[in-house]
């Protein structure tokens, strides 16, 4: 047990021991509750991390970045059909023999979308209802069943993708609830792994650690989540943000264009179109490989273009990685030479010595994140694949209503993929007089398909919106074919005992 003696040694050695200002006025539930805190906190590596991201260069001169080599780089836009399909059967043989796990990055709140809940929990409107948290984790049911026809005969475990779920202090008790509510969408309880990410105190800008209250530390996320101690024997990782309602989750083919590649590290990018868009991009900085902000990349550079006539600064990050267990495991080795980023925050706090609460109306003082590509100079191998933004990204950061990746986009992206897989299943869709949405309202289940497959039946057929399809019957009713009147019963009560996963 923390003794009053051996943190307030630790605080002075550190130059932090303002934090037991107000120790001798605190009740003694309070004051174990401080010493605990502070005894936990690893001051001299906080104070290391302050130093360091204080002392970093600003934005890098041109001549330090350089666009990716070409034989890092590949491009599902306008790849041939035996290729995908190689890179497919790679992955779902990858997650047929249990190597597989996804790691979700959930620790954000819906605060921009007005909503207090974690932004996993969040309603885009579908005609369903479902959250982000429910479509990403149906499609993971629906991989492991499409994986299931690539185990190996001698091979008799059941087809498993582990669902990590990074979260932040906050949002942890509101996540864990919504998932037992909802019976963890049909996925097992022992394969969805809860964990939080790590934390570091909030500092001024001189350096001196806040007070949030007198009895304790001001502390926020840093951002790395703590994904390198949370895998178990997985050796392939996919890393996904939460708040894409297009992420392919655990996608077949960008994993298996990873391991054919023999990759380390993979980053899924998106084509930039033009120079001023503001994304960050994947290149070469300093000879090795980053994630450069457009704001640190001058304007002759972001303009430049290849032979082809594209930017040749165009892979746009959006989040969606992979990696290998073994390399993760390796970023301990090297964490202290990570760069951690500024983030300038208002941030709340109690005066010393006065002791008074104050909520700033303006910055006052800054938290240190680590992003997971920051890991991306230690890459050897790196693989990058890039695909078709209208089909894998489309990000809700705003509120209803602001017209750019809000719910209101997100949910248009989502139901117009849902025609185009019915259109290159070779069938049609048609707006009903019905459907008042902008969009023609259907909606498939990732129940029903992962990426388009297994929509054969809807050949040559029209269908018309709205409509919802939510199984195989509904599919077979879609496609006009007859279903008798017991099996649409036997549907329901199935949708109905799945949501509640048994």
Same mark, same amino acid.
């Not at 499409?146 to 996540?175: D, H, K, L």
């Not at 303009?303 to 892979?315: H, I, M, P, T, V």
């Not at 997100?410 to 290159?424: G, H, M, N, P, T």
């Not at 809807?458 to 409509?467: E, Y």
């Given at each position: &047990? ?8 630790? /605080? ?11 120790? $001798? ?62 890179? *497919?059967?790679? =992955? ?73 779920? &990074?979260?932040?202090? +906050?949002?942890? +008790? ?21 964990? @939080? ?34 895998? *178990? ?46 994304? =960050? ?19 002759? /550079? ?32 090297? @964490? ?29 003082? &800054? ?6 590509? $920051? ?11 890039? #695909?078709? *933004? ?9 509120? +209803? ?20 897989? #019915? ?33 054969? @039946? ?45």
């Amino acid at each position: &047990m923390a003794t009053f003696e051996s943190v307030k040694a630790k /605080l002075e050695a550190n130059d932090q021991g303002h934090l037991l200002t107000f120790y $001798d006025s605190l009740s003694d539930d309070d004051k174990v509750k401080l010493l605990n805190q502070l005894d936990n906190l690893d001051v001299e590596r906080a104070n290391r991390i302050f130093k360091k991201a204080n002392s970093g260069s600003a934005v890098p001169e041109a001549s330090q970045l350089e666009p990716l080599p070409k034989d890092c780089f590949k491009s599902t836009i306008g790849q041939s059909e035996e290729q995908i399909k190689e890179w *497919r059967e790679i =992955g779902l043989k990858a997650i047929a023999e249990g190597t597989v796990a996804v790691i979700l990055m959930a620790g954000g709140q819906g605060t921009r979308l007005g909503s207090s809940a974690p932004k996993g929990c969040y309603d885009i409107n579908l005609p369903s209802k479902k959250s982000l948290f429910q479509l990403q984790g149906e499609r993971i049911r629906r991989l492991q069943v499409i994986a299931e026809q690539y185990r190996a005969p001698e091979n008799t475990n059941e087809v498993i993708i582990p669902w990590y779920v &990074m979260t932040s202090g +906050p949002t942890r +008790p509101a996540t864990e609830a919504f998932f037992a509510k909802h019976r963890y969408f049909g996925l097992k309880k022992e394969n969805v792994i809860f964990f @939080e990410q790590g934390t570091l105190p909030a500092f001024t800008n001189e350096g001196k650690i806040f007070l949030e209250s007198k009895s304790s530390v001001s502390v926020a996320p840093d951002g790395n989540g703590g994904i390198y101690a949370a895998l *178990r024997k997985e050796g392939h990782i996919h890393a996904y943000c939460v708040d894409n309602c297009l992420c392919r989750v655990a996608d077949p083919i960008f994993l298996g264009y990873s391991i054919a590649s023999k990759a380390d590290c993979g980053v899924k990018v998106i084509p930039k179109t033009q120079p001023e868009e503001p994304v =960050g991009v994947v290149c070469l900085r300093n000879k090795k490989f980053n994630v450069v902000e457009y704001s640190e990349i001058d304007k002759a /550079l972001s303009e430049q273009r290849d032979e082809d006539g594209k930017l040749s600064f165009r892979a746009a990050n959006i989040a969606n990685h992979y990696y290998t267990t073994e390399f993760l495991k390796s970023v301990e080795s090297f @964490e202290s030479e990570l760069d951690y980023h500024i983030a300038k925050k208002k941030i709340k706090h109690v005066t010393i010595p006065e002791g008074e609460f104050v909520a700033p109306t303006s910055s006052n003082g &800054m938290k240190m994140e680590l992003f997971v590509f $920051d890991v991306f100079p230690f890459v050897k191998n790196m693989a990058v694949l890039e #695909v078709d *933004r209208k089909d894998e990204f489309s990000p809700l950061k705003n509120a +209803p209503g602001t017209g750019v990746d809000c719910p209101e986009t997100s949910r248009a992206d989502i139901l117009k993929q849902y025609v185009r897989f #019915v259109e290159a299943a070779g069938g049609k869709v048609v707006k009903g007089e019905t459907d008042t949405s902008d969009v023609p309202s259907l909606e498939i289940s990732p129940l029903v398909t992962y990426a388009g497959e297994g929509l054969e @039946e809807l050949k040559d057929k029209t269908i018309t919106t709205p409509l919802i399809i939510n199984n195989d019957i509904d599919l077979k009713r879609a496609a006009g074919i007859d279903v008798g009147i017991i099996a649409p019963i036997v549907s329901k009560l199935r949708d109905l005992f799945a949501n509640f996963g048994f």
